[in-house]
């Protein structure tokens, strides 16, 4: 079995601290480099991130922003990896799950690989793939999780993936893969096989195949 992983809110708690400064640094952005006040700049950051996924798609589009520059000025990652907290237990979770680990995240690839790195679960990953080797197309959008498949030489039916997001996880589904979502609500949508409300609870899922 193959496991895709998000990142954010699935193999740590990014929403208390870290999204707060993201979101942050994005209105910063948009305030030095394109002239808006702070309101606005708030205003057009969730505007773009409704519209398109992800801000930067906006920015990009729109405003002929570099996305590296972009995303290297909103993840900082001396800022950030203090304010991300880690379980010493998440390695040997993943280690007794059988088959290889891959993270698949809409976050910049420098931010994947740090925060991986950070968790102490690096060398128990196969591949992290961030929003550079996704060609800048956010999850749900299809082309991503295609591309993953393709570069890791697998196919959907040989992997189930991991996330809090549903509307990741119909994507997932639609292409042939197993889907395990994680949220505290009680309903379940109809393209996910099993919900859970803690990672740890992964290994008593009962996989197909």
Not at 40 to 51: F, G, S
Not at 128 to 146: F, N, Q, T, V
Request: proline residues 4%.
């Amino acid at each position: 079995m193959n496991w895709l992983f998000d990142l954010d809110e699935t193999l740590h708690h990014a929403g208390h601290a870290v999204f707060p400064r993201i979101s942050q640094r994005m209105t910063d952005y948009i305030v030095q480099h394109l002239g808006y006040d702070q309101h606005a700049a708030n205003q057009l950051r969730t505007h773009y991130w409704r519209r398109y996924g992800a801000t930067l798609g906006g920015l990009v589009r729109h405003h002929q922003v570099s996305a590296d520059h972009f995303l290297r000025f909103t993840h900082d990652m001396d800022e950030l990896l203090p304010w991300i907290n880690y379980s010493n237990r998440l390695p040997q979770l993943l280690r007794a799950l059988p088959g290889r680990k891959w993270v698949f995240s809409n976050g910049p690839q420098h931010y994947v690989e740090a925060i991986t790195a950070h968790l102490g679960i690096g060398h128990l990953i196969s591949r992290c793939y961030g929003i550079e080797a996704l060609g800048y197309k956010p999850k749900p959008r299809s082309y991503g999780y295609l591309h993953v498949l393709r570069d890791a030489g697998l196919t959907a039916g040989q992997c189930v993936m991991i996330e809090d997001t549903a509307a990741n996880l119909r994507t997932a589904k639609r292409l042939g893969m197993q889907t395990v979502w994680i949220n505290q609500k009680q309903f379940k949508p109809a393209w996910v096989d099993w919900r859970i409300t803690k990672l740890q609870q992964l290994t008593s899922i009962p996989l197909r195949g």
